[in-house]
């Protein structure tokens, strides 16, 4: 203790995911002095985590492998072991999953708490004497309540020591963005952390401020943190949904999108970030924050508002459809029978994240219509696309198949070869440096690339016989 605040000398995360994997890694390496135990009910997560080839991790982010390497087994543990961990913790951060609920009341818009509360109730059980409980998972507002009930309703009890266990619930959201999480834990832009306990407050001010400078970390009560985080996303994604409507105007227009984007992101009030058109956003937390937000002002009774968030999501939803319906219309018509290459399946790129991937749904939308999907990814576990679409094809003879299908290919010439149409959906590095006139060489023609990310240059593009559509021009 250093004037009441609590010296944190051990914490548990509860969740080896997205972002308890990468988050509780970089507190570990900028705090060698911390013993941070991650645990997870899932033991395949853990063992992955644990493997000794670090290509094995299960979740794939651009340097965090090498700090891995640096503080797995001196001060950053994997385990299954939640109870003894927790019992064993001055801080426990709850970093689990929060899906939209898929049943019941608020289906299809509420987050669903079960996992949230269930970690309630497990540091309710065996916590120790003082506890400061730390909110990292995105939450429907007010959610610190639900949890402070859970434990108040503990602290009459004792721990293992016999002393009278208590509580501080602090909301300390990610912002982490997936493909450069690292680097966003490393410099972040703001670390923000609501409460009411002063003290619990600081002692989680003094760990960000071993690599965070003070001027970046800004307190707040508990309930503007947690809606920061939903309104942070809400933003982000609004800005997309809005240059993404603006790559339709301009497809009817004759003007171009990054032309737009780049003459009005120049206005300095406005800014050149998130104004990339694509075929939509995907990830795991814009829809679910948006759609939560929409949730709680139906609630509120602030219809209007709901219906303002809404927008940004069937905006969205309409862009994915109008792709696909964009690729049926320039393929003649028809694209049953037809070979494919669609190449990205991540939901962006330097991620092996699919969650709410644009290609999912587009590629279902071919496949209804009878493609031949031939899918290309660098990093996607091709275990996540079977969850997705159902089972790969394994045939070879791919003009005789009536129903829609697809394949993985681990090599982009040979998803290419035969292929009637390219469809780029995820603006990984790769396909900006593919030489396309060779690429497009091993196509079937009349032969169509359909680029929603913008990597092509025209200007290098010599193959006249190509048809080449690009979102938001009139390419
Ligand atoms: C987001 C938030 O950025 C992050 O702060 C929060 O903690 C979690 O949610 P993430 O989902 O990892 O992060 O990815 P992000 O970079 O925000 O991209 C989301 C989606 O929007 C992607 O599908 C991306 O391709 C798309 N996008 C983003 C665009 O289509 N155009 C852009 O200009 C930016
Ligand atoms: P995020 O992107 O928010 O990190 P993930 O789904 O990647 O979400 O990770 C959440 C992790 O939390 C999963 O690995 C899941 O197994 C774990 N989890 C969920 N509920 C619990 C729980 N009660 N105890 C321990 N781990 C849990």
Redesign the pocket.
């Known amino acids: 203790m250093n004037g009441g605040v609590p010296l944190v000398k051990n914490i548990c995360c ?7 994997g990468p988050t509780m890694a970089v507190i570990a390496a900028k705090c060698p002095e911390i013993t941070i135990n991650v ?4 033991q395949k ?1 853990v063992s992955d985590w644990n493997s000794e080839d670090l290509a094995n991790l299960p979740i794939y982010e651009p340097g965090l492998s090498e700090i891995i390497e640096i503080a797995r087994n001196r001060n950053l543990f994997f385990s299954n072991e ?1 109870a003894k961990k927790i019992s064993e913790a001055d801080m426990v951060f709850i ?4 899906p939209t609920k898929t049943k019941g009341l608020g289906a299809g818009l509420a987050s669903d708490l079960r ?1 949230v509360e ?2 309630a109730r ?1 540091v309710a059980e065996f916590a120790k004497e003082r506890t400061i409980v730390v909110e990292k ?1 995105t939450l429907p507002v007010r959610t610190a309540q639900v949890i402070k009930s859970i434990l108040d309703s503990s602290t009459s009890k004792i721990d293992q020591d016999k002393k009278i266990k208590s509580f501080s619930v602090l909301s300390n959201p990610e912002f982490l963005s997936e493909g450069t999480a690292i680097d966003d834990l490393e410099f972040p832009d703001r670390v923000l952390i609501g409460g009411e306990d002063k003290l619990a407050i600081e002692a989680l001010t003094n760990i960000y401020l071993n690599w965070v400078p003070k001027t970046k970390i800004i307190t707040t009560n508990l309930w503007s943190s947690e809606l920061s985080k939903l309104i942070a996303n809400a933003f982000l994604a609004q800005r997309v949904s809005s240059i993404n409507s603006v790559s339709a105007i301009c497809e009817a227009t004759g003007a171009d999108v990054r032309e737009v984007a780049d003459a009005v992101g120049m206005d300095s009030r406005i800014g050149r970030n998130f104004l990339n058109t694509g075929p939509g956003f995907g990830g ?1 937390c814009f829809k679910k924050d948006i759609l939560n937000l929409v949730y709680i002002c139906k609630y509120l009774g602030l219809e209007e508002v709901a219906n303002y968030w809404e927008k940004v999501v069937e905006i969205n939803t309409w862009q994915k459809k109008r792709i696909s319906q964009k690729i049926v219309q320039n393929l003649f018509g028809t694209v049953a029978g037809k070979k494919i290459a669609l190449l990205g399946y991540a939901f962006k790129a330097n991620t092996n994240d699919t969650r709410e991937t644009p290609a999912k749904t587009i590629a279902e939308d071919l496949i209804e219509e009878g493609a031949i999907l031939a899918i290309h990814d660098p990093k996607v576990d091709v275990v996540n696309i079977q969850n997705d679409l159902g089972p790969e094809y394994k045939g070879i003879d791919y003009y005789q198949v009536n129903n829609g299908v697809w394949s993985y290919y681990d090599v982009i010439e040979e998803a290419v070869k035969g292929a009637d149409a390219i469809i780029i959906l995820t603006d990984w590095d790769i396909y900006r440096r593919i030489n396309w006139d060779k690429i497009t060489s091993l196509m079937r023609y009349p032969a169509w690339i359909f680029d929603t990310r913008l990597v092509i240059n025209k200007e290098n593009l010599n193959n006249n016989n190509l048809n080449l559509w690009q979102l938001g021009t009139t390419n």
């Open positions: 509860i969740g080896a995911g997205y972002v308890g645990v997870d009910v899932n997560r939640i970093s689990v999953n929060t996992w269930s970690c497990q998972s795991s």
